[in-house]
Every structure is written in structure tokens, then in C-alpha cells.
């Protein structure tokens, strides 16, 4: 199988605009005895959609969720090495986790838009970080809800519940909620997996636009969408021992046009995965 | 085509479906008769006069308004120890406390603690409440020992909603910088909200028709006045209903009935209640 390659032109982007946003350096991470990831160091650019790409179960979503320090949910989570947001290592103790996903925000596989109105599903985070102005309010959700590609289609039912709407709304809802917090980096874990072929054109065009504005990382099982949506993509796969590693990471069109390492080769042809 | 094959299998069919409705018929029979006995035999004990007059010659004549009260303030008493102490160990429990030995042992307390006879949490509200905290025999001691007794309940009604709150909402509202404390308060309890209050009727009405703890800190037969503070003694329709039944020498076996009728329905519609609301929030959902 070949996948056909249509990567955004990113020839036009300026050179010094883009900065090493995220940074993971010889990290390990153990859920109790079990090492998920072993040794995966890499760059995430700041103006760049990251993709990270691999077999199921490799450790994708870990990763991502090392950057807003999700894993810090799971017990017995460890983390060995150093991850850096804006060259200010994030599992220091003097950090603040709650300001940390402030600024680093996550969507998940399963929309979850919270069980509220649209509205409030969207003025949530503003509200729990101290936005009290009802004008205001409203301004961020209007602003939030035009930038996830949502407004024109929600904007008469703001007081619906948010779990009234299409998986596929739901989704760019619970994109808009993050976007309200006004977030610099975007994590997406699977983003478009619970949704038919028309609402993840639509995901994947709202990416592509958020792209100007903020990091983003994509994990996905869906190589074309790798393709299609990222600038730099990582290829991941789990060690005999079932620890998750870094296989290959560069842009996106070398990546899948001319991979370095023979697995990523076997991979993205679709010898084996 | 075996058709004996087939019979024997429709026959034991048939046969599972007989025992499975008779088990479920032995059920409610009991229940249905207890509340149609009750109705037949207390019905003409009820009036205006039953239920809105103090009683007179030792509860043979007159009504039981102050035992209705009284059993009210008890609920009311209840509610007010339990809820709010149950809710938030309930919080402590699922939302906080680490899963460890020590969680483990206090949960395995909490289960224990519902299984606790009756008697044994009177005489524990007698030597805590009534004597060491000198609140005397007292609507106080009773709502505290009554409390005592149904947080078992409130706590694990109240883990149980909290835990059915899905996950993911947690982790959309952790995920934008909201604060653990703000993510339970704003998500996770208005979602618990109406497990946790059907939970709290459910231990209410439950403590509404005990007998043996208040007893022994301060149910009263009878009184001349209702109580006029927390810490005055009190009538309550489970101790008046044992004392006529029991004690009292002569006593119309209607009257009787009729104080055993106002008690089942004073509990029976909060547990309709507890119903009620668990029902229109699955409707909600």
C-alpha cells in the first residue's frame, strides 16, 4: 500500500519565527515497574504540527501526555530525564501544574464536552480562572468558537446542552473550550478517531488554521492524516519488552517519502503494523 | 428435527420461568400484605383529630401530633449531621485519599459501621452524646446518634455517585488548567448531586422508623409540649408505636395500627421520594 503524500508547503514559514517549543530529553517513563517510554529525546517546533505516529500500544499518547504532565494522574507514574517548555523544565518541584495545562491544552480520543450548555462548556476554563465580566465571557466564547470553526453552527443554540451536539461538533466544542484558556500549545490525542470521514476534514482544516497561532502535537493511527496535516512527524514502536521508543523523527515529507530507518519504512508501506 | 430435544429444553424453560416469578412474587406478596394489613386495620384510626391533637389517657385516646413532630426533627436533625459529613468523606474518599491500606481499612470501617447493630450505636450516643458531651437525653443526642448510624449509608450512596461521574470529564476540565478542588466542585458534584440526595432520603427514611437507638437518648412516651429547643426530650412515632403496642394495658388495637400506618407512610413516601428523584434524573440524562 502506498500512501499518497499531500504535505502542507511549509516553504513559506519563516525560519526564525520557529523555536523549540517543547523539548523531551532522555526521558523514561514507568507506570510501576512497566517502562513505557525508554530514552525518547526530541524537539517539538513552535510553528510546526507535530504528528506522532506508531503501532498500537508504542506509548504515542504517553508521550503526549508527558508535556501537560497528564501521567501525573496515573499512580505510580515516574519520570526519568528532562522535558522543557520554553527551556523551563515542567517536572521541576516549583512548577505549577494546574498554570502548566493552562498554557499546554488537551483534546482527547472521545469527545467530552462537559454536561452543560454550549456556552458554558466553553466559558468554563475562563471562568474558573477568574473571568467574572459576563461581557467578556461572552466575547471569549464568541472568539473561542469562531477560531474552532464551531460559531455558525452553534451560535443560536448556546443554551443547548453541549452533548446534544454532532460527535464531530462535539469535538471542535471541546477544541474551542481549550482555546478559551488561551493556551500556546495544543496536545491532540487521536482527535479524529471517533468521527466519520466529514468531520475529520473539518478537524484537520481547523488544525491546519490553528497551526499559525499554536504549537501543536497530533497523536494518530491515521497515516494519511499524518501526512496530511503535519509538518514534522515522529515514528514510534515499542522495544521486545514493550517499552515505547523514538524509531525516527524529521519532517513529515522525508519521513514518509524517504525514511532514515528501516522500520518507519516498513511501516508507512504497510509491511507490518 | 429432535423434537424431545426441544420440548425438554422448552420445559426447562417454562420451569426457570415459574420458579424465577414465584421467587419474585414471595417478594412482594409480604410487602403488599404488610401495607394492606396495616391499611385495613389502622384505617379507622385515622382523622383529623389523630394526627393534629396531643395524645390523652396514655395514647389510648386523643391523637399523635407530637410524635409526628417529634420524628420529623429527628430526620430533619439527621440530615443535617449526615449529609454534609458523609458528602465530603464521600469527596475525601474517591476524589483525595490515596489507594492504600490505610483507605482500604477506612472503607472496609464504613461498610462494617452499616452493619453495626441498632442498639449498640443508642448506647454509644448515650455515653458519648448524653454524657460525655453533657447534651443530655435530648433531640440533639438522638440527631447525633442517628447520623452516626445512617453516614455509613450517605458515605458509600455518595462514593458510589461520585464514582459514576465519568472520568473524562475530569480529565477535559484537568486538562485546561482548572484545579482539582474546581473540577469537583463545578463537574464532578453537580453530576453526584442527585445519587447523593437519593442516597441521603433513602438513610433518612431509614432513620425515621428506628426504635432501639433513640430509646436510650431521649425518646420520650409522653410529653405535654413539643420540644422547644435541641436539647429538650421528644416524642417519635417508632418509640410511641412500641410503647402503645407494649406497655400501655387496654389499648385499642386500631389506635395501635393507625400510629403503625402514619409511620409506614411517613417512610414509605421518602423512599418514593428517593425514587422520584432518581427517576426524573435518568429521564434528565
Sequence with gaps: ?273 | MTTAIFNSRRVSQRTAFIFLGLATAITVVPVLFIIIYTIVKGGGAISWDFIVQFPSQAGKAGGILPAIIGTFYLMLGTLVFALPIGVLAGIYLTEYARDNWLTRLINLAIINLAGVPSIVFGLFGLSVFVMAFHFGLSLLAASLTLAAQALAMVITTSREAILAVPKEYRAGSLAIGVTKWQTVRHIVLPQAMPGIITGAVLAISRAAGETAPILVVGAAFLLPKLPQSPLDQFMALPYHLYTVAAHVPNMPKTTIWGVALVLLVVVLSFDILAAVIRIKTRQRK
Design chain 1, 1 to 273: 500500500m502506498n500512501i499518497r503524500l499531500n504535505v502542507p508547503d511549509s516553504s513559506n514559514k519563516s525560519a526564525e519565527k520557529c523555536v523549540t517549543k517543547l523539548k523531551a530529553d532522555k526521558v523514561n517513563l514507568y507506570y510501576g515497574s512497566f517502562q513505557c517510554l525508554r530514552n525518547v529525546t526530541l524537539d517539538i517546533p513552535s510553528c510546526a504540527i507535530t504528528a506522532i505516529i506508531g503501532p498500537s500500544g508504542c506509548g504515542k499518547s504517553s508521550l503526549l501526555r508527558l508535556f501537560n504532565r497528564m501521567n501525573d494522574l496515573i499512580p505510580d507514574a515516574r519520570v526519568e530525564g528532562n522535558v522543557e517548555l520554553d527551556g523551563i523544565s515542567i517536572y521541576d518541584s516549583k512548577i505549577d501544574v494546574v498554570e502548566l495545562r493552562k498554557r499546554v491544552g488537551m483534546v482527547f480520543q472521545k469527545p467530552n464536552p462537559f454536561p452543560m450548555s454550549v456556552f458554558e462548556n466553553v466559558a468554563f476554563g475562563p471562568k474558573r480562572h477568574g473571568m467574572k465580566n459576563s461581557g467578556e465571557l461572552e466575547e471569549i466564547v464568541e472568539k473561542s468558537l469562531r477560531h474552532a470553526a464551531l460559531w455558525d453552527e452553534v451560535k443560536d443554540k448556546m443554551n443547548q446542552s453541549g452533548l446534544a451536539l454532532s460527535g464531530g461538533q462535539q469535538q471542535r466544542l471541546c477544541i474551542a473550550r481549550v482555546l478559551a484558556v488561551e493556551p500556546e500549545v495544543i496536545l491532540m490525542d487521536e482527535p479524529c478517531s471517533a468521527l466519520d470521514p466529514v468531520a475529520t476534514l473539518k478537524i484537520e482544516d481547523l488544525m491546519r488554521s490553528l497551526a499559525e497561532d499554536y504549537t501543536i502535537i497530533i497523536v494518530t493511527h491515521n497515516m494519511q492524516q499524518a501526512a496530511r496535516v503535519s509538518d514534522t512527524a515522529a515514528f514510534m514502536m515499542m522495544d521486545p519488552d514493550r517499552a515505547g521508543t523514538l524509531v525516527e523523527y524529521g519532517p513529515t515529507a522525508q519521513l514518509f517519502t524517504n525514511p532514515k530507518d528501516k522500520r518507519t519504512e516498513d511501516y508507512i508501506t504497510g509491511r507490518f503494523g
